[in-house]
């Protein structure tokens, strides 16, 4: 029972996020191109974020939740544990 009523709290809470522009983390899709991103890039984004409270960039992501742009957001946000991020949706045309 208690599975149950977590799950269903899960749903709504993912539901609201999803609303308001964001994503459970874990369903973002990476594909398998990226790669780490420099010690540099990644501390110089973190410096940011830790200055200003917010992302220098947006985590962009296509209607299947594949990452298309923003990894070292995405990667920092997995560095310090957010379970929810506000992300950029956008449709792509079919070639």
Known sequence: MKQKFKK????????????FGGIDIDKIIIPEY???????????????????????DNIIIDENNNLID?????????VYE???INVTRVKLKNK
Do not use: H, W
């Open 8 to 19: 269903i709290l899960k749903t709504i809470l993912d539901f609201i996020i999803r609303l």
């Open 34 to 56: 990226y790669k780490r991103p420099s010690p540099e890039k990644l501390a110089s984004k973190k410096t940011f974020y830790i200055m200003n409270g917010y992302f220098q």
């Open 70 to 78: 923003g990894f070292t957001t995405y990667f920092i946000t997995k």
């Open 82 to 84: 957010f379970k929810y």
